[in-house]
T-cell receptor, first 113, second 118 residues
Framework: AQKITQTQPGMFVQEKEAVTLDCTYD???????LFWYKQPSSGEMIFLIY????DQQNATEGRYSLNFQKARKSANLVISASQLGDSAMYFC??????????WGAGTKLIIKP | DAGVIQSPRHEVTEMGQEVTLRCKPI?????LFWYRQTMMRGLELLIY????????DSGMPEDRFSAKMPNASFSTLKIQPSEPRDSAVYFC????????????????FGPGTRLTVL
């Protein structure tokens, strides 16, 4: 069975510091995508960043980057220079081939001023 | 460009009533997904369509739930009769593709419908 682990149910971080949100997954499929979404308190689900399992370089998108370690089945999200607006739930969601997104339980991030 | 549109944004109904949730996917997207989110169970995929055809409805809780996609720009999720345990946020999402050749088929979500069944 596919399994996602986001080990940090909640995190408090000082504004302007960098944040690393952990995600490990259990899939036997060698080919997959890895997606991260943000859900602020307003409720919408916002796509942040994507990594393909065969991509040679870690994905980056503005202040977001992925620390992707395929052998460890780990894809941690790094947010640089955190802002108050980064306070939200963050979901890691792998998508193995021939399968749909598998959702983790999420990490609640709170940025302190 | 317009994102995924859902209506209504909030729905309060009484047990036993029929509820219809609506979704308009992003123009040009050929896959559509219905999700349900609760505190207890997190985000669950209910059903998804590819080119207007239901591909996997194994996540639909029971026969009280049904979903249709009569054309590429409209889908409905119906609950009849509704029960208090159906209270949740229902999301619709769409993507450019969702076949085995998954590629970068990012799913884009609508704002959700918050359903409360009394």
């Amino acid at each position: 069975a596919q399994k996602i682990t986001q080990t940090q149910p909640g995190m408090f971080v000082q504004e302007k510091e960098a944040v690393t949100l952990d995600c490990t997954y259990d899939t036997s499929d060698p080919s997959y995508g890895l997606f991260w979404y943000k859900q602020p308190s307003s409720g919408e689900m916002i796509f942040l960043i994507y990594q393909g399992s065969y991509d040679q370089q870690n994905a980056t998108e503005g202040r977001y980057s992925l620390n992707f370690q395929k052998a460890r089945k780990s894809a941690n999200l790094v947010i640089s220079a955190s802002q108050l607006g980064d306070s939200a739930m963050y979901f890691c969601a792998p998508r193995p081939s021939n399968y749909q997104l598998i959702w983790g339980a999420g990490t609640k991030l709170i940025i302190k001023p | 460009d317009a994102g995924v549109i859902q209506s209504p944004r909030h729905e309060v109904t009484e047990m036993g009533q029929e509820v219809t949730l609506r979704c308009k996917p992003i123009s040009g997207h050929n896959s559509l997904f219905w999700y349900r989110q609760t505190m207890m169970r997190g985000l669950e995929l209910l059903i998804y369509f590819n080119n207007n055809v239901p591909i996997d409805d194994s996540g639909m809780p029971e026969d009280r739930f049904s979903a249709k996609m009569p054309n590429a720009s409209f889908s409905t999720l119906k609950i009849q009769p509704s029960e208090p345990r159906d209270s949740a946020v229902y999301f619709c999402a769409s993507s450019l593709t969702s076949g085995p050749e998954w590629g970068t088929d990012t799913q884009y979500f609508g704002p959700g419908t918050r359903l409360t069944v009394l």
